[in-house]
């Protein structure tokens, strides 16, 4: 690829798990990746891993806009473009549901996992509309069926909205949008390992392939979950 047709990613939520994961897949298949997160010297670690020259990190806390305005215009000024946004900054909460969670979780994920998913949006539209850009949005399987008692359910839900809304807002931009809907994956997100779920690079994969698609191909969603385990004749795996 020439250095005139390389292209860049700017990717929140970068310093581990999924972002982590897409930011090495996008280095890989050629791309440019600016990585945002909170964590300095996670972002730090995964620059070092990357190179210098394909990936640049600024810390970024996704709930102030303030903070996402100069995360574009820093990338702008390394990169001089960027491409594609991949919206993947997002938290879970607390156990307890409507009637006992602690309120402060559900103030965190609102902020984190739908405004700070619609600050990315505002502060990058404008580039991504001059280069003919992509929005990818991390929602999940959680923001398609109901669980019981979830305000994280509901934030996902959110995303799923905003997917759905910035599309139609901006139909016939050539601005292409994707939700990618994981199911359960193997993440620092939960506490404990969980062996039978996904793992970050599977969903990193989901994310290639729909930027890998030509310039005609719109991949509206994916939904992604992991295959259900193989039983024996007793039922046991």
Request: charged content about 25%; aromatic content about 6%.
């Amino acid at each position: 690829m020439s250095e005139a047709n390389v292209k860049v990613v700017l990717i929140t939520g970068a310093s581990s798990g999924i972002g982590a994961a897409t930011a090495r897949a996008a280095v890989e298949q050629g791309y440019r990746v600016a990585l945002a997160a909170r964590s300095e010297d996670k972002l730090s670690s995964l620059v070092e891993e990357l190179g210098a020259d394909q990936a640049f990190s600024v810390r970024c806390d996704v709930t102030d806009y303030a903070d996402q305005e100069h995360l574009v215009e820093a990338v702008k000024g390394r990169f001089g473009r960027i491409d594609a946004v991949f919206a993947n900054a997002g938290t879970g909460g607390q156990p307890g549901g409507f009637s006992g969670a602690p309120v402060e979780s559900w103030r965190t994920m609102v902020d984190v996992n739908i405004l700070g998913v619609a600050y990315t949006l505002r502060a990058t539209l404008d580039e991504l509309k001059r280069n003919r850009g992509h929005v990818l949005l991390t929602g999940s399987v959680a923001g398609r069926r109901t669980l019981a008692g979830s305000m994280y359910s509901a934030t996902k839900w959110a995303v799923s909205a905003i997917g759905y809304g910035l599309r139609e807002e901006i139909k016939g931009s050539g601005v292409r949008v994707t939700i990618i809907e994981p199911g359960m994956v193997d993440t620092p997100f939960f506490d404990e390992p969980k062996p039978d779920a996904l793992t970050p690079e599977d969903i990193a994969r989901s994310v290639l392939y729909a930027l890998a698609q030509p310039p005609h191909v719109d991949v509206h969603e994916l939904m992604v979950l992991p295959t259900p385990p193989i039983e024996n004749d007793e039922g046991v795996r």
